[in-house]
């Protein structure tokens, strides 16, 4: 008996301690991105279960406080009147009050928690996104879809960065109008990444989307998503000093040049 309560003991001092648990050999790691932004941390995949630390997590979402609670050996956080507690020792977590089990491990002082689970409890969503190559996370409040910010904002960046915030808004209306088309795929991701008739945009093809969107393009994203037309129902442009547009001219009516960008219905 007195054995057993001595390895208890240890145990509780060595998650206390925020000691490194090595993952197992089957994990990877894996991006994680919050409402547009990636997570800068270490996430891992186990066993088709993604982990990603407590703080990093609830920081994202915002209006959290988290601290380390020594006597009961386990994470605690607060927003508002609802409290979470992310406790290694039973493999638990609870949020308003409703306990859920998934795997709760301390490493290298960060607490990792199953993501899905964790924002699901929290009352956002959590989607893979194959063109990312990781998971996007909609926050509980948030206003847009994760996965539509990201790619909105990255296809506005990568094709219209420098430009007038008219004109970068006129990329997201081009972008969404042809999610609403029924001649085009029904979503952000799927327009910016269509390649039915060849790549649609350029960013693409020379690995530019990839790239972090700048700020101005993000806000571009926002006014889009929120309604805000520069270009009305057009759903095609091109910037004259790359490319000739012989298909588009023949093809479409000229509708307005915003910039670089001569834009088409």
């Not at 088709?48 to 630390?53: C, D, E, I, S």
């Not at 507690?85 to 998934?102: F, M, R």
Request: with cysteine; glycine share 10%.
């Amino acid at each position: 008996m007195m054995k057993r309560e001595i390895m208890t003991g240890l145990l509780a001092a060595v998650l206390t301690a925020g000691a490194v648990v090595p993952a197992a050999a089957t994990a990877r790691t894996v991006s994680v991105q919050v409402d547009g932004t990636v997570l800068t941390t270490e996430n891992y995949l186990e066993s088709g279960v993604t982990y990603v630390p407590l703080r990093a997590l609830l920081d994202a979402f915002g209006g959290w406080e988290l601290h380390w609670d020594t006597a009961k050996g386990e994470a605690v956080a607060s927003c508002g009147t609802t409290h979470l507690e992310a406790d290694p020792t039973a493999d638990t977590i609870t949020v308003g009050g409703h306990t859920y089990s998934g795997s709760v491990t301390v490493r290298s002082g960060c607490t990792y928690v199953p993501l899905r689970l964790t924002t699901a409890a929290c009352g956002g969503g959590v989607a893979w996104d194959g063109a990312f190559g990781g998971v996007a996370v909609t926050s509980p409040n948030a206003s847009y879809d994760a996965v539509e910010l990201y790619w909105l904002s990255h296809i506005i960046s990568a094709e219209s960065e420098g430009e007038s915030m008219e004109g970068q808004v006129a990329v997201g209306n081009v972008v969404l109008n042809r999610v609403a088309s029924d001649n085009f795929p029904n979503s952000v991701q799927a327009v910016v990444f269509d390649s039915r008739d060849g790549v649609q945009f350029e960013p693409v093809s020379n690995g530019t989307v990839y790239n972090t969107p700048a700020a101005s393009a993000v806000l571009a994203a926002k006014q889009a998503l929120d309604g805000a037309e520069t270009v009305g129902k057009c759903m095609y442009f091109y910037a004259p000093a790359l490319s000739k547009g012989l298909w588009v001219n023949a093809n479409r009516t000229y509708y307005t040049t915003i910039g670089c960008h001569r834009f088409y219905l």
